[in-house]
């Protein structure tokens, strides 16, 4: 970690020279949360891991450059640092939240260092329009190179496009496999333009948490050709565990789908990601697992009401109750047990946050620190987030969500009697954001509630100032 801050200030301080009329920014917050025992979920949900269910007091400060907004820049550059000390029931911490170097060269980018996902959907989302990578836990370090936009493919460039993503980064939490395991990263996304008012999304995001050190298995692989079986999803070679023969590393993905229309009133989008885990899941038996999602949003005259966002998610069948029939012991591809995994048995956390989707229930954070995975991965759920302006200026975020959840297909919800049982569970925030017109900065009141057999029943208030500007 020391080393990869040494050289995002090295890169930073040679790019100081570039754009001495750049206009840099700032940005400072602090906040506060009461409640009798612990925030609800919508007050602590997707804060970038920023604020936890006992946080209480929080301040968070950044610097930095942004990109120029000059289209005539062949070569552009960008920078920022961003920190937060937070005080908790449980523990006080200090981190940071950002620190990153950026290089633009035409359409693609080179970022280097730890970026939080940019917000979409004005923060509607549950999961930031994207099941497998949400705004719920803190970005990993790491090095991604990516297009800024979309890429007119010739000759055909007006109906078809494309934008791709690919990075490697370190998971350094204390994690089961260690604070030295990997994960690579691809997407690519291919755009249909019907007219110019309508298009058509496609794609494929993948995931692969490799390397890293376990007590059973030891050092696990972490070659050049170790490397390349984990991008290309080949089995392990003769060194790999025994439940890596089939492929190497744990793997994770998603396809998605997106249908945009605009114009110049207003614009909506339906959105599907259908999660996979193995080869099970990518040949669809799971189905109907998947996020399915509505966005619509006013861009004339919007004031009480401005956007909308619903979503839906079904994630019960994983392919079947079984990996492995319990007779005759066939392979039967089941149970993929999502953000779940047999080595990296920490799954898909990240410092004891889901990465994805906050719907998926991490387990509690043992002693040690470590967060084996999540306890929770089969519900079906129901999202509602709205924004608009009140009177005086005031923004509003309402966000309703209500969920019923069945645990894994290994492990169920038992009630008193030794029954499986479902536990429903309903969450609501309202956030209200004053205007700095009377004051010297932002002010936001947030109020939250929680009622179910999931979480604690839970009511709680935070109040936070913030300020950003440019120097």
């Known amino acids: 970690m020391l080393r990869l801050t040494a050289l995002i200030l090295l890169f930073i301080g040679g790019l100081q020279g570039y754009g001495q009329d750049r206009k840099g920014y700032y940005q400072a917050e602090i906040g506060g949360g009461v409640t009798a025992d612990r925030l609800p979920f919508w007050l602590h949900t997707n804060t970038f891991g920023k604020i936890t269910n006992d946080t209480y007091l929080w301040g968070t400060v950044g610097v930095g450059t942004p990109f120029s907004k000059s289209d005539t820049r062949a070569f552009d550059y960008s920078f920022g640092f961003e920190g937060t000390g937070a005080l908790g029931r449980k523990e006080h911490r200090i981190f940071i939240d950002q620190l990153y170097g950026r290089v633009r060269w035409q359409n693609l980018i080179l970022d280097l260092g730890i970026i939080k996902p940019e917000i979409v959907y004005d923060g509607l989302s549950s999961t930031n329009g994207d099941m497998l990578y949400s705004t719920n836990s803190r970005s990993m370090p790491g090095i991604n190179l990516h297009t800024q936009d979309f890429i007119k493919i010739p000759w055909i460039g007006k109906w078809v496009s494309f934008k791709a993503r690919y990075g490697e980064y370190l998971m350094i939490d204390d994690r089961y496999a260690g604070n030295r395991t990997r994960l690579h990263h691809k997407m690519l996304d291919i755009r249909f333009t019907i007219i110019p008012q309508l298009s058509i999304e496609a794609g494929l995001d993948h995931y692969a948490q490799w390397g890293g050190e376990t007590e059973k298995d030891g050092k696990l692989p972490t070659s050049f050709k170790d490397y390349a079986r984990v991008v290309l999803i080949k089995a392990g070679g003769g060194d790999a565990p ?77 392919s079947g109750p079984f990996h492995n029939d319990p007779v005759s012991g066939e392979v039967v591809g089941g149970n993929d047990n999502y953000f779940n995994n047999g080595i990296y048995q920490s799954g898909w956390t990240f410092y004891g946050q889901v990465i994805g989707s906050p719907f998926f229930t991490p387990k509690p954070e043992e002693a040690s620190g470590i967060t084996r995975g999540v306890l929770n991965n089969r519900f079906y759920a129901h999202h509602l987030g709205i924004c608009g302006d009140l009177p005086g200026d005031i923004r509003y975020k309402l966000m309703m969500s209500y969920s019923l959840n069945y645990g894994t297909h290994s492990v169920h919800f038992i009630n008193k009697n030794g029954e499986y049982t479902t536990k429903p569970q309903f969450s609501w925030g309202l956030e209200l954001i004053a205007p700095d017109t009377k004051l010297p900065f932002h002010t936001a009141l947030n109020v939250g509630f929680d009622k179910g057999d999931l979480l604690k029943n839970s009511f709680g208030i935070m109040l936070k100032i913030f300020k950003t500007g440019f120097f």
């Open 242 to 318: 025994e439940n890596e023969i089939n492929k190497l590393g744990n793997h994770i993905g998603n396809e998605f789908l997106k249908i945009r229309y605009n114009n110049e009133r207003w614009g909506a989008e339906f959105y599907y990601d259908h999660i996979f885990e193995d080869g099970s899941g990518e040949k669809f038996r799971n189905r109907p697992d998947g996020l399915y999602g509505l966005y619509f949003t006013r861009k004339k005259n919007f004031k009480w009401f401005k956007s909308f966002v619903y979503e839906f998610y079904y994630t019960k069948c994983q």
